[in-house]
C-alpha cells in the first residue's frame, strides 16, 4: 500500500496543510480515508477524485468529512457513473450530505461487524471514545497494515486494533491543551505509548492543531517510543 498525506491539520486548516484526508492506494484501488475541510483541492495533486473508490469516515466533525459534499458535486458534474462507496459511523449520513442535493452520488455504509473487503483491501473497523461516534479502521494488504486513529481518546478499542499494525496513523490533536481535549483526544505522549504497547513498527503523529508545536510534539513522542516516528506533513509518501 501508499500512503499519500492529503491533509493533517486538527480542526481547521492551517496556512499549509488542508484537514484530516489520507489517500492510500493498492493495486489500482483508491481509498480516503476522511475528507476533511479543503481536502479536496490538494486531493487533486495527487488523484483525480472521480478515480476514488471508496471512502472511510471517522466521524462527523466537518474537519474529518465536509469535503465530501464538493467531492460527491464534482463527480456528478463530470457525469461519474459509480456511486461512491463511504463507510462511516451511523448517523453520519444525515449530519453531512442532508443539505446536498448530491446525496444521491455516495454509497453510504454503516460499519461493517468484521472484517471485509474493499477492492484489494481488508478493512476493520473499533469504536472509540470521543465526543460523538467515531471509529478508528485498520487496513490491510497482503502482509501490510495501516491503522488510522481518527479521533480517539485513549481506549482499548483502538489499542486492540492497532496491535501489530505496520503504521500506526494517530492523531495528537491534544498537544495542545483546548476544552474537552483530555477525553476526546490523545496528546503525543499518549499516541507514543499506545503505538509501544500495541507493538506498532512505525508512528506516524498527524491531526496537530495549525497553533501547536510540531517539534515539541515529536519530542514528547520520542520519550515513550523509540521506533520509527514521522510527523505527518502533506505531500508525505510511505509504503507499507
Do not use: N
Amino acid at each position: 500500500m501508499i500512503l499519500t498525506v492529503v491533509g493533517c491539520a486538527g480542526s481547521v486548516p492551517g496556512p499549509e496543510a488542508a484537514c484530516s484526508c489520507y489517500l492510500l492506494e493498492h493495486g489500482g484501488f483508491r481509498l480516503l480515508l476522511d475528507a476533511g475541510t479543503g481536502a479536496l483541492g490538494p486531493l487533486q495533486r495527487f488523484a483525480d477524485p472521480c478515480a476514488i473508490d471508496a471512502v472511510v469516515i471517522s466521524h462527523r466533525h466537518r474537519d474529518h468529512c465536509s469535503d465530501l459534499v464538493p467531492l460527491a458535486y464534482l463527480r456528478d458534474r463530470r457525469g461519474t457513473t459509480a456511486r461512491l462507496t463511504v463507510v462511516a459511523p451511523a448517523g453520519t449520513e444525515a449530519h453531512v450530505a442532508a443539505p446536498s442535493g448530491y446525496a444521491r452520488v455516495l454509497d453510504w455504509r454503516g460499519p461493517p461487524a468484521g472484517p471485509c473487503r474493499l477492492g484489494p483491501l481488508t478493512i476493520e473497523t473499533a469504536p472509540v471514545r470521543h465526543s460523538v461516534p467515531a471509529q478508528a479502521v485498520r487496513v490491510t494488504a497482503g502482509s501490510g497494515s495501516l491503522t488510522y486513529s481518527g479521533d480517539s481518546g485513549e481506549c482499548a478499542e483502538l489499542l486492540e486494533l492497532a496491535r501489530g499494525t505496520d503504521v500506526l496513523l494517530c492523531e495528537a490533536a491534544a498537544a495542545v491543551e483546548t476544552p474537552g481535549s483530555a477525553a476526546a483526544h490523545l496528546t503525543p505522549g499518549q499516541a507514543a505509548r499506545l503505538a509501544k504497547e500495541a507493538g506498532a513498527a512505525h508512528l506516524v503523529l498527524t491531526h496537530l492543531r495549525p497553533w501547536a508545536d510540531p517539534m515539541a510534539a515529536l519530542r514528547e513522542a520520542r520519550e515513550s517510543y523509540d521506533g520509527p516516528l514521522t510527523l505527518a506533513t502533506p505531500g508525505l509518501r510511505l509504503i507499507t
